[in-house]
């Protein structure tokens, strides 16, 4: 035996079934009822798959949704190396996690803010607890006097409220 291998067949490297590979090559060349065809295949699973992951319905859609748009958005480069199930779960799990990791950021900067404004501020000449509560009670003060229309509840809204939760 000869310590040298032959050339991989290019099926070896770019492992898509025949169909497969058909299914993306029409996508790729624009073809919409191809690409709506992949949309209903694999809608349902990968929401159920997002809705494991964020916990929240809407959101999931919306991952979900994302992720397809991205896709024909960007067809014409479109590479899947394995196979369209595992690209398109996978890409799912990346906007998912991406989406959770910018929430919990959100999160850290809503606390800190928060917590400027309840920690009142030293100053050089002691008097900053004093400056704290009037500055604290100034800016409740001014709120209270805007009047705001609450917007609707969004998928991320309801997201933010859940992972507050735990």
Known sequence: MSGSRAPRPPEAIHPLETPERDWVARIRSGD????????????APLCAFAYRLVGVRDLAEEIVQEVFLYTWERRETWDVRTSV??????AVRNAA??????ERVVRQREAE?????VRPAATADGHGENRGARR???????CGRWSVTPRAEGPAARVRAQLRRT
């Not at 996690?97 to 910018?102: A, P």
């Open 85 to 90: 199930k595992s690209y398109l779960f996978t």
């Open 97 to 102: 996690m991406s989406y959770l990791r910018h």
């Open 136 to 142: 604290s009670s100034s800016i409740a003060s001014a």
């Open 113 to 117: 803010t928060v917590e400027l404004f």
């Open 32 to 43: 919409g009822p191809a690409f709506e065809a992949l949309f209903y295949a694999y809608h």
